[in-house]
């Protein structure tokens, strides 16, 4: 296995994962917001949640036609991801758009790494992650728009102790450690500083890195 594939794979493997999780957060988001009623979140997710699973059915296919082996953490990280849905919808539906608003900020930047990366390596694989960044950044947009950034930092008006309900931060701080530290076995952030690594080495540098993601 050279360096290119080498690196071709670590992007979809880590994109495969990440957009599964998307998907599963979307779904469980979906399912509490079906049953508190809240119609108008279900339309929005759904949404959403289709050009999640777009970009998932993208991963996956390329997955299969590169022969890219998945995450063995993949279970693990639809569980976590699910956690995320529920736990931030039942916060309610602000606090589930701040966590949409936190992940698809992660995302965002975590295509633009592969962007730079992919310049003059695959084109089209380029071309699909520039794609997708544009419906990251509308699913960001959309939740700032249904009041991402209007959950209170404080839900306490008489607030003088060392404890305050802190719910947009708790979905902030939620959604993000969780997403990064189960994302396939390598956090995003680590996918990208390893992919940069990388390129800076010759391509037939034995040293490329070996590990999984
Ligand atoms: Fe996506
Ligand atoms: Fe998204």
Request: with cysteine; hydrophobic share 35%; charged share 30%.
């Amino acid at each position: 296995m050279n360096a290119k594939h080498k690196l071709l794979s670590r992007i979809i493997r880590v994109n495969q994962a990440g957009e599964l999780g998307a998907q599963k957060i979307y779904s469980a988001q979906k399912k509490v917001f079906e049953f508190l009623g809240k119609h108008d979140d279900v339309k929005e997710i759904s949404r959403m949640a289709e050009e999640e699973q777009e970009h998932l059915d993208y991963f996956n296919d390329e997955i299969k036609k590169r022969n890219v082996r998945p995450t063995i953490l993949g279970p693990i990280w639809e569980v976590g991801a699910t956690a995320i849905g529920l736990s931030t919808a039942i916060m309610g539906p602000k606090a589930a758009y701040t966590c949409t608003e936190a992940v698809e900020e992660v995302i965002v930047e975590h295509y633009q790494d592969q962007i730079d990366l992919l310049e003059g390596i695959d084109p089209l694989l380029q071309s699909k992650i520039k794609k997708f960044q544009a419906d990251e950044e509308a699913h960001k947009q959309t939740a700032i728009e249904h009041g991402s950034q209007q959950v209170p930092s404080k839900t306490r008006d008489d607030d003088d102790g060392p404890i305050t309900d802190c719910t947009r931060r708790q979905a902030c701080v939620l959604s993000l450690w969780t997403y990064m530290a189960m994302s396939s076995g390598c956090c995003i952030s680590l996918c990208a500083v390893c992919a940069k690594r990388s390129q800076t080495r010759d391509p037939g540098d034995a040293g490329f890195p070996e590990s999984e993601s």
